[in-house]
Each structure stands twice: as structure tokens, then as C-alpha cells.
């Protein structure tokens, strides 16, 4: 594809028309640094999508005059870069382009007042509502697919976020990590106007904050003052240092997993925004839901695309099982059950990268523990109080410093309720029967026929969701997904997003 310069709105509107493919959207201000240059990138390594890079100077989100002349024009270069790096496209409109006079139909947009009156809002009068404006205008002379955006500038990415949801736009917000320079601080395009001890005390704030990190990683608590006294000693101005909740943006609570500590310095004429995010531990995702319903091919999935480690716990449960046909053991009779809940050891190996075996003291059950045999049984075995409780709390031991996904049939709701993202999946008897007889693990279950195999679906269900402890039941905050008629991979897709929803990209930087 010939790569285009493109100025005026008329043209914009005619170029939209004639593409075909779905676009990727970078909008700029212009003074590209390695901040959008990772951006453009990033786009162009995700999918075959058409790139487009817009370079606009938004007056509207300017509060003082000043900082509007001042700020850095470096148009040719940053054409080049834009090219060089996988745009396809670049929009550099007027301000005539964007805010024709006159003209009735743009809309002037106001922030939220819950996310835009915190933080920058408080000082910066009307500029997100000047962000807002410009990217709704832009979003709707684009029509992107993806609009790409970095996790920088943090409020500003929560309040476009609100204004695709409120506007019903048909745009998927990527975000990416803030990119930092050698000495530590955020790559801003303001930085071309710092002195060298400007800098350093600028890299003095994010060291701060950077401790503050490691700190809470092992305290679990932060010092708000302590930090505001160690910054004000070096001179520095601070605007603001909050410890809030990074979606809602109010006082962070002390059960949040995942919470923001941000704050703005002065340093002469510029001012500079910095965070970080304190983790008690990496996310966890549980995914809930019934037999067939895809959850351990959709779970191994997920957990090798975002890297995280994979928890079978109906694999444990199976295990156990296994253990008590084994070695004939009647668990009814508390004390025997005692026994082997003592000494029993269930781990995983992973021997590639997308399967893992169960060992059930030391032996491999792997294959064993999908016979029929235990199908039958498992949901009887796992409905007993003390295996519930042994085995709940081996894998709170698995997962006490995140970073997993775990299926199951309580995982949302039991085991890890404080997970960040829960997905109860599901689909229907019909779908489910079909996708165990085609299951190559499930040898036994090939040779049953359709309408027996729903039976015992509806059964397994029955006893599942009907069970005095953790019954199979959808938690309050998860998401259900009917997997009836999507692919595997759509499905996968699906929880993705919505765990980048929820989880800023820059947790996943240790
Ligand atoms: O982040 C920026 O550079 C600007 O706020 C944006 C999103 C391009 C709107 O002018």
C-alpha cells in the first residue's frame, strides 16, 4: 500500500470510504519519542490492519496559553519516523480541519466529573474535556477498529476508555506500558524543555516512587507522607501524590489487590506525571463453569498466551479420585480419609509448553484420571467437606503469589474470591455432549452415545450445582460467556480483552 500524507477533513472522510480493511489508530501531538514510536509498533505487530498516525496540536486541551506556543513542532522528522516505524498513514489537520467555525456539528465533550476532577483534573481546568472532544472527533472520522493509546498518561486512558463505553463507539482501546529513559523517567514529548538538574530531580521522584513499589511488594502498605517528605527535601514541587484505586480513581482500599500511586512534580516552568502500580500479587483470572463447557482448553489457552501458570483443579479432584479407587479406600470412614489426605502429594509438569501431567505421588495419572471410572465418581468424592477443604487449600498454596489461571467449578466463588477476573463458561447440554465425544482425553466417553452422555452431563450438573459446599454456582462479579456457536479461539480472544481490561500492561514489567 502507497503510504499517504493526508491534511483536510474532505480528504480524511474520501480515504475512509475507500479502505476496506480495519484500522489501527495512534493519535499524537507530534515530537514522536520512543513512547510513540513503541505505540505505532505495536500496532503493526498485532495485526495486518492499516495504520494511521495523527498529528494534531489540540488547542482545547491546553489550560495555559504558554505551554501551547511552547510546545515542541518537529513535523518532518516526525513524518519520517511515523513511516519508518509502520504507519501506513498519517493525518496532520488544521485546527480550521478539526474545529471548523461555524460549525454546528461538532460536539464539545465533557469529561466524566468522577474520573476527570481527581489527579491532573484538579489543576488542569477543562483538559480532558478538551481530550475528549478532539478524540471523539477524530474517532468519528476514522471509524478505527483499535485505538492506541499508552498507559502513561493514565487518567486520560481511564476517561477515553468512559467515553467509547457512553458513546457506544465500535473501538477497542490497546494500551501499552510507559516507556521510560535511561534515567528512569517517562518519555514525554515536555521533556525537551528540561534542564539537566531538572532531570535529575525528576529521576529522584520516579526512584521514589519505584521504592515505593518494591516496599509495598513486601510491607502490603504505603507511606504517603514518608514518600512527600524524602521528595519535598530534594525541593521538588509536588502537585499531588495520591494512593487511589486505578479504575475508579477514588482512595485506594486495603483490600485492593491492584491500586495507583501517582503524582505530579514541578520543576521550573514544566510539570511532570509520573506512577506506578503496588501489586499485593500478580492478577489471577478464575474460570468457573460446568463439564464441556471448553474451560480447559480455553484455560490452557489463555495461560500460554498471557503466560501465566495453569491451575486444573478439577485435575486435583480427579487425582484424589483416582487415589481412593486405587487403593480401595472407603472414604466415608473419616479416619482413613485422614490418611491418605496426610501423606497424598499432587503436582503438575509441564513437559511443553501447552501440557502438563498430574503426578499423583510421583506416579503420572495424566491419562487414568479421564476414565470413565473417575468421571463417576469425582463429583461424589469432591462433594466431601474435608477433601473440599484440604484440596481449597493447596491451591490457595499454588496461588498465593498470583500470576495463574485456575478452572474449576469454585474458583470464583471459594477459592480465589478475590480474583481480578472471573468468567463463569457455559454452554448448552447439546454442545457440551458433543464436544466430550469428540474429546480425544475422554476415551471412554467416544464410545457412549449422544442421549446417555447428555444424561450423565445433567447429572454431573445436578450434583454439582446442588451440593452442600462450594456447589457450581456463578459469582456476583463474574462474566458469562455461552460458548455455543464461537470458536475456540474467539472465546480465548474474548477473556483476553477483558483481562486487559481490567489489568494495566505495565503490571506485567516485574
Ligand atoms: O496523549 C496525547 O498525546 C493527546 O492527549 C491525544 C490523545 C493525542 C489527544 O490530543
Not at 505505540?39 to 488547542?59: E, G, H, R
Not at 474449576?408 to 477459592?415: A, F, K, M, P, Q
Not at 450434583?463 to 456476583?476: C, F, G, T, V, Y
Request: charged residues 30%; hydrophobic residues 35%; aromatic residues 6%.
Amino acid at each position: 500500500m502507497k503510504k499517504v500524507i493526508i491534511r483536510k477533513t474532505e480528504e480524511i472522510e474520501n480515504w475512509r470510504r475507500n479502505i476496506n480493511s480495519e484500522i489501527n489508530f495512534i493519535p499524537t501531538m507530534g515530537n514522536l519519542h520512543n513512547g510513540h514510536i513503541k505505540l505505532i509498533s505495536t500496532a503493526k505487530n498485532d495485526n495486518s490492519n492499516i495504520n494511521l498516525v495523527s498529528i494534531f496540536i489540540n488547542p482545547l486541551q491546553f489550560d495555559n496559553k504558554l505551554d501551547l506556543d511552547n510546545y515542541p513542532k518537529t513535523i518532518d522528522d516526525d513524518i519520517k519516523i511515523s513511516f519508518s516505524n509502520g504507519a501506513d498513514a498519517i493525518f496532520i489537520p488544521s485546527n480550521e480541519d478539526i474545529y471548523p467555525p461555524n460549525n454546528k456539528n461538532i460536539k464539545f465533550i465533557k469529561a466524566p466529573i468522577e474520573l476527570s476532577s481527581a489527579l491532573c483534573g484538579l489543576k488542569r481546568i477543562g483538559h480532558f474535556d478538551g481530550v475528549c472532544t478532539v478524540v471523539y472527533r477524530l474517532l468519528n472520522l476514522i471509524k478505527p477498529t483499535n485505538l492506541y493509546l499508552g498507559e502513561k498518561d493514565w487518567q486520560q486512558l481511564l476517561i477515553l476508555k468512559n467515553l467509547i463505553q457512553r458513546k457506544k463507539l465500535n473501538v477497542a482501546i490497546k494500551s501499552i506500558p510507559t516507556q521510560r529513559d535511561f534515567d528512569g523517567i517517562p518519555l514525554s514529548s515536555r521533556n525537551v524543555h528540561l534542564t539537566k538538574n531538572e532531570r535529575k530531580l525528576i529521576s529522584f521522584f520516579s526512584s521514589k516512587l519505584f521504592e515505593a513499589k518494591k516496599d509495598f511488594q513486601k510491607e502490603k502498605k504505603i507511606n504517603l507522607n514518608e514518600i512527600i517528605k524524602k521528595v519535598s527535601a530534594k525541593k521538588i514541587s509536588i502537585e499531588y501524590l495520591e494512593h487511589l484505586h486505578p479504575y475508579t480513581l477514588q482512595k485506594a482500599r486495603l483490600d485492593d489487590n491492584i491500586s495507583l500511586l501517582a503524582g505530579a512534580i514541578r520543576c521550573g516552568e514544566t510539570r511532570l506525571i509520573d506512577h506506578v502500580f503496588l501489586m499485593k500479587r500478580r492478577p489471577i483470572i478464575a474460570i468457573d463453569g460446568p463439564a464441556g463447557s471448553g474451560k480447559s482448553t480455553v484455560t490452557k489457552l489463555i495461560a500460554k498466551k498471557l503466560k501465566l501458570l495453569y491451575l486444573d483443579t478439577g485435575a486435583m479432584y480427579r487425582a484424589l479420585s483416582w487415589l481412593i479407587v486405587k487403593e480401595n479406600i472407603d472414604y466415608k470412614k473419616e479416619k482413613k480419609l485422614q490418611n491418605i489426605l496426610k501423606d497424598i502429594s499432587i503436582i503438575f509438569k509441564s513437559n511443553t509448553s501447552s501440557h502438563q501431567d498430574v503426578y499423583v505421588n510421583n506416579y503420572c495419572v495424566t491419562e487414568e484420571i479421564r476414565s470413565q471410572k473417575i468421571s463417576s465418581i469425582v463429583s461424589k468424592i469432591s462433594s466431601i467437606k474435608e477433601i473440599r477443604k484440604f484440596l481449597v487449600e493447596e491451591q490457595r498454596k499454588i496461588g498465593e503469589l498470583g500470576g495463574l489461571v485456575a478452572e474449576g467449578r469454585d474458583i470464583g466463588t471459594t477459592v480465589f474470591p478475590h480474583a481480578e477476573l472471573k468468567i463463569f463458561l457455559t454452554a448448552s447440554i447439546d454442545e457440551r455432549a458433543k464436544r466430550r465425544k469428540s474429546d480425544k482425553n475422554s476415551k471412554d466417553l467416544q464410545e457412549i452415545d449422544l442421549r446417555t452422555l447428555k444424561e450423565l452431563i445433567k447429572k454431573r450438573d445436578f450434583e454439582d450445582s446442588n451440593r452442600e459446599i462450594s456447589p457450581l454456582i456463578k459469582a456476583n462479579d463474574a462474566i458469562e460467556i455461552i460458548t455455543d456457536g464461537y470458536s475456540i479461539n474467539e472465546v480465548v480472544d474474548k477473556i483476553i480483552d477483558l483481562y486487559n481490561d481490567k489489568i494495566p500492561k505495565e503490571t506485567e514489567i516485574k
